[in-house]
């Protein structure tokens, strides 16, 4: 059984800050990059960040320099630390692993940027 768990998401002003979490089935996470996706209301679901299990890191470049992601290894979680939020990262966001994107998705954390 597939076990992604995304939470951390809220209702944040512009300017503020969240710090999202998912744990992953350890099986799934230690042999997988880890990926954020983001969809917002209408719009197609789109990678935001990925981690490899060494570490490299990818962002896209609507999220750059605001978005970090990271992973902890021993708690088989990937973390997205989001600053500097804008509305426009108002959203759904969901981790997943790359071998799992055209079959599974979890339910995600909403987040919202409104003032």
């Known amino acids: 059984q597939v076990q992604l768990v995304e939470s951390g998401g809220g209702l944040v002003q512009p300017g503020g800050s969240l710090r999202l979490s998912c744990v992953a089935a350890g099986s799934l996470f230690s042999s997988n990059t880890m990926l954020w996706y983001r969809q917002a209301p209408g719009k197609q679901r789109k990678l935001v960040a990925s981690v490899t299990t060494g570490g490299a890191t990818y962002y896209a470049n609507s999220v750059k320099g605001r978005f970090t992601i990271s992973r902890d290894n021993a708690r088989n979680t990937v973390y997205l630390e989001m600053n500097i939020l804008k509305p426009d990262d108002t959203a759904v966001y969901y981790c997943?692993?790359?071998?799992?994107?055209?079959?599974?998705w979890g339910q995600g954390t909403q987040v919202t940027v409104s003032s």
């Open positions: 997943n692993v790359p071998t799992l994107v055209n079959k599974y």
